[in-house]
């Protein structure tokens, strides 16, 4: 299917009554519905694909990336209205574990082309390109004391060779990036920084159970972190403002883990109803926003009770989510 279609679709979605019920708070409140007549009148045909309603850009945006139509909705935030779209001609080749930094810049890793493209806030073409010829990137993640940018790989299938590649740091979001062996974690890996600098990465394991490891700053090396609580399969990892969260994929947790001494002891877990099958969650202002592939819809719950969603909408094969904030002046 391609995505002038789904986005057609999306805009009934968008105005039902059913996607703009929800509690009287903040995240609810003043909802506008979309009319399909109010459709861009060129955007939607363009062969550029990308589109975004005039003004959008002046406040926050989410983006939701779609495994199903190969593309990145975009939202407003928090009172979720959709606004455009993100689209490479012909579609995304499987637009992954999408991120943003402080500046309000969005990175799309897409597993299959070797490429990690960025985006402006707001913006519908490319500022930059990240090329990993030997990598498919899957997940990102901005350093919020340097700026630079993790992206995290896969196998080596360009060159067919079985490897897992760890993870690439491009100083500054820029240039060739330095590559990192997690020799720790073999795949199906999200990674996120915490205040200080240090990276985590999750996933699979060499036993192919749950692995969470560390790059502490400043070093060139992965150290291996226990985790004494079963997770089934490791999802997006976040700084939260106070932990490192990871999101239990296979039970609909997120894990508040206190990271010393190589050991990260849970400090506080949040149960999302209906939140098995998400990967690529994300925490931002008090909500947690939940892409489900599986349940081809993106669930928000309150953060840190979770509980019942209080806000939900259908996108087919929702995949991950980033909150691109407004640039400062």
Known sequence: MRFF?????????????????????????????????AEPPTAMHS????????????????????????????????????VGGLDAYKGFDQPDGICSDRKGDVF???????????????????????RDPAATPVSCAVDPTTGNLAVAGGLDVHHGVAAYLGVAIYAQAKGKPKTYEDQYIKGDLFCGYDDKGNLFVDGRGTSSNFALSELPKGSTSFKEISVKQDISAGGNVQWDGKYIAVTD??????????IASSKGTV???TTLTNGGGVYGSWIQGGWVIGPNEARSETLIWTYPAGGDAIKSFSLEGAYSATVSAVPSE
Not at 65 to 82: D, G
Not at 252 to 257: A, E, K, P, S
Request: glycine residues 10%; proline residues 8%; contains cysteine.
């Open 267 to 269: 400090v506080g877990s």
């Open 108 to 130: 799309i890793p897409l597993a299959r082309e070797a490429r990690t493209p960025e985006y402006a806030h707001g913006g519908t073409r490319p500022i930059a390109t990240l």
């Open 47 to 82: 062969p550029a694909a990308s589109w975004i309603l005039p003004g959008a850009e002046k406040g926050p945006l989410l983006y939701v990336s779609s495994l199903f139509t190969q593309a990145v909705y975009i939202f407003s935030y928090p009172h979720i209205r959709l």
């Open 5 to 37: 279609d789904s986005v057609k679709r999306e805009l009934a979605v968008v105005s039902a009554a059913a996607l703009l019920a929800g509690c009287g708070n903040a995240l609810s409140a003043g909802v506008g519905s979309w009319a399909p007549e």
């Open 249 to 258: 994929e296979g039970s609909g947790v997120i894990y508040r883990l206190k």
